[in-house]
């Protein structure tokens, strides 16, 4: 109980630190729908931000200097970009954000600076999407990560709990057992795979991440996968997972999430998983287990 107590007070006071100096940032559009948000499971890899449909205007969340600008087709490269269209704006101290899969950015391509909820383009379907919108992320130069957008931004106002799925153990031998319809289960290693997801809004998209995803074993922290920021290093990207794992491990049993491991020894076992959203909201099952 003390190592999950340590971790929650220091993503407490990251949060805290981040809201205080950041909090003045708006979001960049005020009719776009989210639809995927960051840390959801795309074909194994965790997605880097967030997914608006929209057919308005893109805005910019808080002054910044203009950085980058790409026009499909304004370099010698003629490959297709997942981006599209996009602008990078620069917030200072390393902050950047990012507005992609844009119409033409326009006027972004000839300005220095942008103010505080300057239209800097127009929602689109360039790049890799199938749908009119546009995607939205933070990057954190100086630590080489990538920010869940909504613990710098305030996020709307949910009351909603995430949902819980499945849950699987699977074993040394990729066996996968359902503690939801076991009575009994045999000694041993087993990895912790759940199928989660969130809706911000009540009747909203049911396939957002969560925030937090934990697993405990009579009473005792055994696994959580967070979904604040995804680092690289050596040019591999990394989950926080108990410590940093290659995010496609955490990723790989799409669309579920792999969030820890548990050991298993000759007795009874009370296996929880919590989901929890940026909001605080959070949903809880409990398997009663004898174990063999």
């Known amino acids: 109980m003390k190592k999950r107590y340590k ?8 949060l805290l630190f981040m809201t205080a100096f ?3 940032m708006d979001w960049p559009s005020e009719d776009g729908v989210a ?20 057919e308005g205007v893109v805005r910019a969340v808080e002054e910044g200097d203009i950085l980058f600008t790409h026009i499909p087709g304004n370099s010698a490269s ?11 704006l620069d917030h200072g101290d390393g902050l950047i954000s990012i507005y992609s899969r844009l119409t033409d950015p326009g006027d972004a391509q000839v300005l220095e600076n942008v103010s505080q909820g300057r239209v800097i383009a127009m929602a689109g379907k360039s790049g890799w999407s199938n749908r009119n919108g546009f995607f939205f992320s933070f990057f ?56 989660a997801a969130d809706a911000l ?20 922290e055994i696994g959580a996968l967070n979904f604040e920021t995804f680092s690289t290093r050596d040019g591999v990207l990394m989950a926080y997972r108990n410590g940093m794992v290659p995010a496609r491990q955490a990723y790989a049993p799409y669309p579920s999430y792999e969030i820890g491991e548990l050991s298993l020894t000759r007795g009874q076992a009370a296996i ?16 009663q287990l004898q174990v063999e």
Do not use: H
């Open 22 to 24: 950041l909090c003045a």
């Open 201 to 220: 809004s009540p009747g909203g998209s049911a396939n957002m991440a969560p925030y937090r995803l934990i697993c405990s074993v009579n009473g005792q």
């Open 140 to 195: 954190d130069r100086k630590e080489r990560r990538w920010i869940n957008p909504s613990m710098i931004i305030s996020p709307p106002v949910d009351t909603v709990p995430p949902v819980i799925n499945s849950v699987e153990l699977r074993n040394a031998d990729g066996q996968s057992i359902s503690p939801a319809q076991a009575r009994s289960i045999s000694q041993g290693r087993y990895t912790v795979v759940v199928s």
């Open 35 to 54: 639809v995927d948000n960051f840390g959801s499971n795309q074909q194994g890899a965790p997605l880097l931000g967030m997914v608006f449909a929209s």
């Open 78 to 88: 003629r490959l297709p970009s997942p981006l599209g269209a996009w602008v990078a």
């Open 272 to 287: 929880e998983i919590i989901a929890q959203d940026i909001s605080g909201n959070t949903r809880n099952v409990v398997f």
């Open 7 to 14: 971790k929650n007070i220091l993503s407490a006071v990251l």
